[in-house]
Structure formats: structure tokens, C-alpha cells
């Protein structure tokens, strides 16, 4: 039997052994990045996606092999395990297939097919399975026992079909293949509700809606299921395209038959049979497995979009940093006021106050008279501005400060709100600001995240930041998993100043917690800034371990050591001070000195303990010591004149921010309170596949006005510039590849009975499974 890490390795596309050496490493504690990044030998260079996948798929897979074991110990226990049963049980490859085999032997309530075997007539189902030949009316006859709860032969007979039916339902190959076939030919259809058309306007796209099982994007699945939560949208799934009404015959039902080895010539005992095969997909195999693809829809549809929400928050919390400069936070409100908070270059709070400049209060004057003071006393650089309610009309506030007091050179920008309001009303807030107002906690929160955008957000739960889709409806363990799993990569990537970083910042750090960051933050209040990495050691609980894990992501600045501040590890300082020698220069000169490094080669370091990879990584971190990969910070510029939705036209140009992607997509902000979808097919002039490829969270795009639909707030916008702008309907919605249901549907209700033996075997000719009449046969 395949194992684990052979399977992993298939897979992932490596070989066994840098899969081996990963499992090993997990398993002993180290995470994700101090493997991706100091312990590249051993995996051979492994990187933090491969490991993440690698993390995912063994926790699937030992979690399947429990399963595994655990039907194994069930089936043991009945006494009913053979080789055969236990073969195809270890060789199993999905949670789906495990059960599918256990379906037989699963503990259940007692079924009609229970009661007819007690009643003793197995005999009789195998009898007419086996001997078609046979009258079944009159070889049900012997089995006729009125003790025994079997009154008339058609009792009899009724009692062998349930048997029939349950082992067919129940037989894993059987199901398997009916399952795949209903996947690659069936649909799913949507209706709306009767009387919910107002109610349930949002979901417009999907009131007459039918598509492919196969075809179905994640985003679209999301919103099916959603309707049909909220009671607007009625969901169906229909084998072949057609709808599964009483008289219809399919070709799952000829496949059932073929599978048991019922073929229609005319004897006594086939049209019972082919009855029964009927009977069995309608009551117990069609249902059945529909339940499975509503999961496998649904899974996939999940697993898709925490995909895709995990992308955009790491591409958010890898966002450019505006820097150490001392900043305004602007949080918009009409009636409450504009919260202000201004923040020196260290991210401390210096002053707080709140403006009236909107309705119903119009202090304009007044409220830039108060800001420009602030501006002035704290040397003000930028100006963060929330995007929320009101943050257009603030929006144009900061911009007359700019325009009216330009020697103090101010930059206004507009940044993302979401998940501010979470952060003002948590604990964390309540403790790191006590003295503040919740109010204005979201201001301070503002203008930090304009500084280090990774620095603050993770003080705030990731699924509230709302860079996903349908975030709401996924899984929660599997989206916080996911989404944990970013935040810790991100984090380390870029590393951590210890002397400055929060609790929340230090809690992402390799090895550490929140109780171990708790504890960092406590040391360095008692006692000062750490002088070295090594005097973390003295941090209570912190032990060799811990150190290992944490220390080459933890910054020292302006230490005695300048390795230090570097992304270089405590365990390779000997290489590195091996390096220093060989340049001869001290390390203070050679840092930074990319002359120098590059004529050195790295195979000359290399020792039994050290390798290639992290020599060469030593010399990048000497080259550029504590490189940040975040990329340089820029700032769009919204259009004056342009605040709501109605001030927008088909054909305007404007420049945007990218505030969220999605399958289909991304949405910009260009300033009316609304953001606009980019199309996947209006991204670019060839074909996009992934929209993350082109536009990532956080970028600065120029983007062209398509449509606009005032009254569902949608707006449409394209990246292609140059292409020719036809207005669309404004009652249609942006996803249209939505398609009707097909044509009227028949009521076959009236033909059934002696009708459904006849269109049986017509299903089975059109599986080709059964001779066409009208056409001549061969030899």
C-alpha cells in the first residue's frame, strides 16, 4: 500500500525524502516558515507553498487513515471482514470511497430490507435475480407465511425488492460510478421563490438559471446556496439536463440494471427486475447521491474560496508600507463627526480630537482650522483617510487642508476601514489604548495602518478584514486555519523589530503564542529594550526550542552585533563570521557591500552542517540585511467632482484602488462609496485565467466606466482603456453567463406502470446497453 509521504510526494511532484524530512520536521514542532527558511537542506528547498499543502494534505490524509482504521475495528467487530473487503479498504484514496465501503456495515435503523431477510426471503431475491426465467409471482408464492408477516405473494416480492434495492444502494462500485456519471452529465437549476422576486432582487442573476455540475465557478455555487438559505431561490438537480419527474426514465437506471446483470429478452422475471432497478434509483440511489454533489459543490466551492480569500489578505498584509512618518487618521461620520487621531513616527498616540466639517453641525472652517494645528504641532506627513460613510465628502476636507497649507507638504490617502470597528471593541484596543474613547480607537487604527498595514491588521481577526467572498457562509475552522496559516508566513517574511512590535505581531512569530509574546512584551517593559537576540533567552518560558524557532525572524536594530538585525539565524553566525574573514573586511564594511559579496563563492562555506542554499541566503541577507519584500508605497488619486454613483458615466476614466479580488474579478474603489467590478474577461486584452495574476489588493489601477446600475448599486468598470463603451441594460446583472432553464418540461406523471418497463429499455438503448430494434444487428 502506497504510503502517506510516497502519495504526498506524487502529488506535490518532489521526491519521498524532502517529503520524509518535512513530515519529521512538523512532527518535532517546527512550523511552516523556519522550515521554508532555515531548514532548506533537509527538505531540499521546499518553499512555505509547498509546505502548506504538504501540512494540509497529511493532516487530510492521517485523518482519513483513522477513518480507515476505525471502520476496520467496526467491520472486525460484526465478524464480517475478508480479504477482499479489507484490500479494497486499504487501498481507499478518498473519505468518500472509505464510506461508500462502509455503507453496508454501518449501523442503522431497521430498514424493510432487515425485516424482509428476518422474514426469510433473501432466498427469493436471489432466487429471481439468479433465474429470471422463473415466474416471480409464482416463486414468491412458497415464501408466503403469514407468522412470519408475510400475508400474499405480493408481500413476498415486495420484501425481495427492498432487499435487492438496499444491496444495490449500498454496493461502493455501484455508487461510485453513478455518482461520477450524475457528476459529468447532471445540472443544477434555479427558480425563484413566489412572491420573493422584490425581496430577493440581489440574486436576479439566478431566478431562471441553469448550468452544467461541472461548469459551475466557486463564486456561483457560493450564491446558489445562499439564495436557497435566505428561501429566495429554489435548487435542483437534474441527471442528464432533464428533470427527475414520475415517468421520466433515465440512464443511471439502465446502468443499475446492467451493474446486477438484468437484461430485458422477455423472460418471466425481467420486467420485475427491471422494475426493481427502477425502483432503486428513484427511492434510494438518485437521493442519495444528489446529497453527495450538493457536498462536493459545496466543498469545492469552499475550498476555492478560501483560497482566494487567503490570497487577498496576503497580499493586504504584504501591502507597502507608508514608513515611520507621522501620520492624521481620518475616520468619516456625518451626525458623530470626523474622529481624529494623529500618530507619531513610531505609531504612538500624541493627539485625538473630533470635527464637525459635514451635516448637520457644517463647521467646515472650523474643522481645518483644527487639523492644520494638529498638522503643524506634531509635523504631520500623511493624512489616512477611512473609506467608509462620509469618506468622500472627508476625502475633500483633507484636500482643501492640502491645497490651503502647503508649506506643510501633506499627502492625503485613502485607506481601507475594514475590520477598524473590530478592533475598536476588542479586548486587545481596550488594553492597548484604555484611555481612549472606542470612537476614536478606529481613527488611531486608521492611521496606523497607513504606516505598516501587517503591524496593525493583525492585531484583528483575519475574517474580518473582508477581502474574501461569501466569507460568511464558509467553514468556519477551515477558513481560520487557512487564514492563520497567511498571517504567520507573512509575518516572518518580513520579520519583526522586538523592541517595538505588539503583542498581536509578536504572537505570529515562528515558535512563539500569545502567551510567550505576552511574556516578551513584560520582560521588555521591566527591563528595556533587548541588546541582542541572545538576551531573549532571559525572557521567562522562552527555552532553547523557542529560540530556535523564533530567533531569525525577531529584529534587533542598533545592535552591537548588526547579524542581529538580520534575517541571518543565530545557529549560522559561524558561517557568516567565516564569510567576514575570507573578504577581508569587518563585518560593519562588508554589509550592504555588494562589490565584495559577489566575488566571493558560496560552495566555499559550505560545511557538513551548512549547505548551499542557506550560504547563499547569508550572503543576500548580508547584501540587503533585513530586506523588506514588501513593495514601495504609492497613492491613487481620486477625481474631484466624482462622490456618489450618480456622478458616473459610461466612458469616464478614473484611477482606483483594488480592494478586493475575486474568481470572477476585482473591485476598485474610485471614490463614490461603492466599489466597482472589473470583469475577469475586462482585465486585460488576452485571456485571464486567475485575476490575482494581474491585480493584487492594494494596487493603484486606471480603470474605464462600463455601466452603471444606480438602483442595485452595481457598478461595471474595464481595464481595457482603449475598448469602444456600449452601455449596458441597467436591469442586468454583472455575472451573466447565467443561462435559463431549458424549454418547457413534460408532465410524464400519466405514463407510468405499464409504460416504465417499455422506457426502460429505451434507456438502456440509449446507453448502449441494449440492441436498437429498428436497427439491423450484427453477427
Not at 442503522?108 to 432466487?127: F, H, N, S, V, Y
Not at 445540472?187 to 432582487?201: F, H, Y
Not at 506634531?378 to 475633500?396: C, Q
Request: hydrophobic share 40%; charged share 30%; with cysteine.
Amino acid at each position: 500500500m502506497t504510503t502517506i509521504g510516497q502519495r504526498i510526494a506524487h502529488e506535490l511532484g518532489v521526491a519521498e525524502r524532502q517529503v520524509a524530512a518535512a513530515i519529521e520536521l512538523l512532527d518535532g514542532g517546527a512550523t511552516v516558515p523556519f522550515i521554508a527558511r532555515y531548514r532548506k537542506e533537509a527538505t531540499g528547498t521546499l518553499d512555505d507553498t509547498q509546505l502548506r499543502t504538504l501540512e494540509e494534505r497529511l493532516r487530510y490524509l492521517r485523518e482519513m487513515d483513522e477513518r480507515r482504521k476505525a471502520i476496520l475495528d467496526s467491520i472486525i467487530a460484526q465478524g464480517k471482514l475478508d480479504a477482499a473487503l479489507k484490500k479494497e479498504i486499504e487501498a481507499a484514496e478518498t473519505k468518500a470511497r472509505l464510506e461508500d465501503l462502509y455503507l453496508p456495515f454501518k449501523p442503522k435503523r431497521r430498514t424493510k430490507a432487515q425485516i424482509a431477510r428476518e422474514a426469510g426471503l433473501e432466498p427469493l431475491a436471489d432466487a429471481l435475480l439468479a433465474r429470471p426465467e422463473a415466474e416471480p409471482a409464482r416463486a414468491a408464492a412458497g415464501f408466503v407465511d403469514e407468522g412470519r408477516g408475510v400475508a400474499t405473494t405480493e408481500a413476498a416480492l415486495e420484501g425481495a425488492r427492498a432487499i435487492l434495492v438496499e444491496r444495490w444502494a449500498e454496493d461502493a462500485t455501484l455508487l461510485g460510478a453513478l455518482r461520477e456519471a450524475y457528476w459529468q452529465r447532471g445540472r443544477i437549476t434555479a427558480q425563484v421563490r413566489a412572491g420573493k422576486e422584490t425581496d430577493g432582487a440581489k440574486f436576479a442573476d439566478y431566478f431562471d438559471f441553469a448550468e452544467p455540475l461541472t461548469k459551475l465557478p466557486s463564486h456561483r455555487i457560493l450564491a446558489l446556496f445562499r439564495g436557497e438559505k435566505e428561501e429566495v431561490l429554489n435548487l435542483r438537480l437534474e441527471e442528464d439536463g432533464k428533470v427527475a419527474e414520475p415517468g421520466y426514465v433515465s440512464l443511471y437506471e439502465g446502468r443499475v440494471a446492467v451493474h446486477a446483470g438484468i437484461a430485458d429478452r422477455s423472460r418471466p422475471g425481467d420486467r420485475w427486475l427491471l422494475e426493481a432497478a427502477r425502483w432503486a434509483w428513484r427511492t434510494k440511489l438518485r437521493g442519495s447521491i444528489e446529497v453527495d454533489l450538493r457536498m462536493r459543490l459545496w466543498t469545492a466551492a469552499e475550498d476555492e474560496a478560501v483560497r482566494i480569500f487567503a490570497g487577498n489578505l496576503r497580499d493586504l498584509l504584504l501591502a507597502a508600507p507608508a514608513g515611520a512618518r507621522a501620520t492624521l487618521g481620518l475616520d468619516p461620520g456625518f451626525r458623530t463627526g470626523v474622529k481624529v487621531a494623529v500618530v507619531d513616527a513610531t505609531g504612538k498616540v500624541v493627539a485625538t480630537d473630533t470635527v464637525y466639517p459635514h451635516e448637520p453641525r457644517r463647521q467646515w472652517d472650523e474643522a481645518l482650522t483644527r487639523l492644520s494645528q494638529l498638522c503643524r504641532a506634531h509635523e504631520v506627513e500623511l493624512i489616512a483617510i477611512g473609506n467608509g460613510t462620509a469618506s468622500r465628502e472627508t476625502d475633500k476636507l483633507a484636500g482643501e487642508l492640502v491645497a490651503r497649507h502647503a508649506e506643510l507638504k501633506l499627502t492625503r490617502i485613502m485607506v481601507s476601514e475594514a475590520g477598524a470597528s473590530v478592533y475598536s471593541a476588542s479586548a486587545y484596543a481596550s488594553a492597548e489604548l484604555p484611555d481612549l474613547d472606542v470612537s476614536l480607537r478606529g481613527a488611531v487604527s486608521i492611521a496606523r495602518r497607513l504606516q505598516d498595514p501587517l503591524a496593525e491588521l493583525v492585531k484583528i481577526e483575519p475574517k474580518s478584514i473582508g477581502v474574501g467572498q461569501y466569507q460568511h457562509d464558509l467553514a468556519e475552522h477551515k477558513l481560520s486555519r487557512s487564514l492563520d496559516a497567511v498571517v504567520e508566513d507573512c509575518v516572518n517574511a518580513v520579520g519583526v523589530d522586538v523592541n517595538t512590535a505588539s503583542v498581536p505581531l509578536l504572537a505570529r512569530v515562528s515558535g512563539l503564542g500569545e502567551w510567550m509574546a505576552r511574556s516578551i512584551v513584560t520582560h521588555r517593559d521591566a527591563n528595556g529594550p533587548f541588546a541582542s537576540r541572545k538576551a531573549l533567552t532571559k525572557v521567562t518560558g522562552l527555552g532553547p526550542k523557542t529560540f530556535q524557532l523564533s530567533a531569525g525572524f525577531l529584529r534587533i536594530q542598533d545592535a552591537a552585533d548588526p547579524l542581529d538585525a538580520s534575517g541571518v539565524h543565530p545557529e549560522a553566525y559561524p558561517v557568516a563570521r567565516r564569510i567576514v574573514e575570507a573578504s577581508r573586511h569587518g563585518l560593519g564594511q562588508l554589509i550592504g557591500n555588494r562589490t565584495v559579496l559577489r566575488t566571493l563563492r558560496p560552495e566555499q562555506f559550505v560545511d557538513a552542517t551548512f549547505g548551499l542554499p542557506t550560504v547563499k541566503d547569508i550572503l543576500a541577507e548580508l547584501e540587503k540585511p533585513g530586506r523588506d519584500p514588501r513593495p514601495e508605497f504609492k497613492t491613487a488619486s481620486f477625481k474631484d467632482g466624482i462622490e456618489k454613483i450618480g456622478d458616473l458615466t459610461p466612458g469616464m476614466v478614473l484611477e482606483g484602488v483594488v480592494t478586493n479580488v475575486a474568481a470572477f474579478g476585482a473591485f476598485v474603489d474610485v471614490g463614490v462609496h461603492q466599489d466597482g467590478l472589473v470583469h475577469i474577461s475586462a482585465l486585460a486584452n488576452s485571456f485571464v485565467k486567475d485575476p490575482r495574476a494581474i491585480v493584487k489588493p492594494g494596487d493603484v489601477v486606471r480603470v474605464k466606466v462600463v455601466d452603471v446600475d444606480v438602483g442595485r448599486k452595481r457598478i461595471g468598470l474595464s481595464m481595457r482603456l482603449d475598448d469602444e463603451v456600449t452601455p449596458r441594460s441597467a436591469s442586468r446583472g454583472q455575472d451573466r453567463r447565467a443561462q435559463p432553464a431549458a424549454g418547457p418540461r413534460g408532465n410524464e406523471g400519466a405514463r407510468r406502470g405499464n409504460e416504465s418497463g417499455g422506457a426502460l429499455a429505451d434507456a438502456l438503448r440509449r446507453a448502449g446497453l441494449r440492441p436498437d430494434p429498428t436497427k439491423p444487428r450484427g453477427r
